[in-house]
């Protein structure tokens, strides 16, 4: 885990948040490649939820919403975490999050821990320029209130029968008593949801479809599967509103988390808006001649912790002619940059050629163009960061026109005409 944590920090993936300021706990800000790595990850996400189905549509709904949502949601209420201090070093934490031994994390000493008190998760702020409890509103926990709320609105313009789905991506916020493991549990994080809208009695079985669907696109998409796993909620954990829920876990270098969670949300939330708003959320089935209120399935993903996920699975170290090579063996669809292009001199008569194949190429690839060190140095570095292809122009390019690509995993080399370069690039993205 440290040797990820450096590699982010010294190769542009990821900063502490406020570091000249000496940072803030539990805030992390994604640097230029790393801000590349997890649009990609949103993207890859969007692209199998949203592009390539006919029964799934999008919304960006506000991250502000009007307080009485929280209070038809539950969350006012219930959304807590049991919180103890401790008597020795004053620090707070969870209580289901204790050792067995009971000793405190912090201090170490057999702590005697203060009465659990409920703790309420969300972030509370202010609407306009008073504060008093009329302008109390909340920064959303989760996106998926917001997809609730619009599903009236959705169904309509977008003249949709169950089985269908509204996804969403956005920030959340949570204020975390113990948050950690670099930018696995964050106060502010991002969420990839999908609410899947189904008559009532075909909830078991799209429950079940989509625990599977989302399990495979972690495959599909680089992690080993025995680096994966489904695990069922048991009875006493799950959700009030939910008669199954499963978690799609990653085997992490502190144990086995969270990825994603795929619940069975039944009927509890459209129910708790209607009544909350008096507005009717049923959908009506011409073909039965009947009202009913539909059931949710809902995967839900946190696009930060999938992106460490896809960092650590690729993450690996090898020797090569007796040298360590550290390289990211990426996913291509979720590497940050596609294709970088090395002049082998910084000699000014390989300028010219270098500028023409980086415009060949950048119009359709994320490039990076390095000259700076020898050329063996350079692909290390596009290694680390698992660019999948490096692109030389050496001085043989001046006479013949050609370019040799290099493949990160194998390290195998082609001699290419500029004239078919992009070509050659697209065809090895598509296969």
């Not at 660019?387 to 040799?404: H, Q």
Request: hydrophobic share 35%; with cysteine.
């Amino acid at each position: 885990m440290d040797r990820v944590v450096n590699l982010t920090k010294r190769r542009g993936l990821i900063f502490p948040s406020s570091e000249i300021y000496g940072g803030f706990r539990s805030t992390w800000d994604y640097g230029p490649l790393g801000v590349l790595l997890k649009r990609n990850v949103k993207d890859a996400w969007w692209r199998s939820m949203v592009q390539l189905r006919d029964d799934v549509v999008g919304i960006d709904a506000a991250i502000l919403m009007a307080p009485r949502v929280w209070e038809a949601s539950g969350h006012i209420a219930t959304f807590t975490d049991p919180l103890v201090d401790c008597r020795s070093c004053k620090e707070r934490f969870r209580a289901d999050h204790l050792p067995e031994s009971g000793a405190c994390p912090s201090c170490g000493a057999k702590a005697s821990f203060t009465e659990a008190r409920q703790f309420n998760l969300m972030f509370k702020t202010f609407v306009g320029p008073v504060e008093d409890d009329a302008s109390v509103a909340f920064l959303r926990p989760e996106t998926a209130q917001g997809i609730f709320v619009n599903f009236k609105n959705v169904q309509t313009a977008t003249r949709r029968k169950p089985p269908f789905g509204i996804a969403q991506v956005g920030k959340s916020f949570r204020n975390e008593i113990t948050p950690g493991n670099f930018t696995y549990r964050t106060r502010e994080f991002e969420q990839m949801e999908m609410e899947f809208f189904v008559p009532p009695a075909d909830g078991p079985k799209w429950f079940e479809y989509w625990v599977e669907e989302r399990f495979g696109w972690y495959v599909e998409h680089g992690i080993p599967e025995g680096k994966l796993r489904i695990r069922p909620h048991d009875p006493a954990e799950l959700s009030h509103y939910s008669t199954g829920t499963s978690d799609i876990e990653f085997e992490y270098p502190w144990g086995w988390g969270e990825l994603e969670g795929v619940a069975n949300r039944t009927d509890y939330d459209l129910k708790q808006h209607a009544e909350f708003s008096g507005e009717d959320l049923t959908f009506f089935d011409q073909e039965a001649d009947a009202h009913y209120v539909p059931h949710v399935i809902e995967p839900a993903a946190g696009a930060d912790r999938a992106t460490l996920a896809f960092l650590l699975a690729a993450y690996e170290e090898e020797e090569v002619n007796g040298e360590k090579r550290i390289l990211l063996r990426l996913d291509k669809r979720l590497a940050p940059t596609k294709v970088a292009v090395l002049p082998l001199s910084r000699k000014e008569t390989l300028a010219p050629l270098t500028a023409e194949v980086a415009g060949i190429l950048r119009p359709h690839f994320q490039i990076d163009l390095d000259d700076a060190g020898s050329i063996g140095r350079r692909y290390r570095r596009q290694d680390e960061v698992g660019t999948p292809y490096c692109v030389t122009v050496d001085f043989d390019s001046l006479e013949d026109r050609s370019v040799t690509v290099r493949e990160r995993d194998t390290m195998k080399q082609d001699r290419i005409p500029i004239t078919g370069l992009r070509a050659y690039v697209r065809d090895r993205f598509e296969s």
